[in-house]
């Protein structure tokens, strides 16, 4: 059975660095593509990172450099480290498992950055 959980959200202050976690069950990293997704309020769900099934990893231009994704195979976890958290980064963050026959969630960790 497949399933996602986030964790490692909360409110820090612009600048500061915030690691966010996502336990998996029923997800074999070495045949599937990862993603972590961020929605703010009013705004449209973006991407964040991606890491495919070989372990490597894509982060939109705009990302690249403040955000790290990895994946812990013994753990089934997957990681996103940020750094340098600015206000326009608070939303809730999403894992993502793509799929064929649709997309499977979590349930989302919310992230606020004061400033």
């Known amino acids: 059975q497949v399933q996602l959980r986030e964790s490692g959200g909360g409110l820090v202050q612009a600048g500061e660095s915030l690691r966010l976690s996502c336990t998996t069950s029923g997800i074999n990293f070495r045949i599937n593509t990862m993603r972590w997704y961020r929605q703010a309020t009013g705004k449209q769900r973006e991407l964040v990172a991606q890491i495919t099934s070989d372990g490597t990893p894509f982060y939109p231009d705009s990302l690249e450099g403040r955000f790290t994704a990895s994946e812990d195979y013994a753990r089934n976890t997957v990681y996103l480290q940020m750094s340098g958290l600015q206000p326009e980064d608070t939303a809730v963050y999403y894992c993502?498992?793509?799929?064929?026959?649709?997309?499977?969630w979590g349930q989302g960790t919310q992230v606020t950055v004061s400033s």
């Open positions: 993502n498992l793509p799929q064929n026959t649709g997309d499977i």
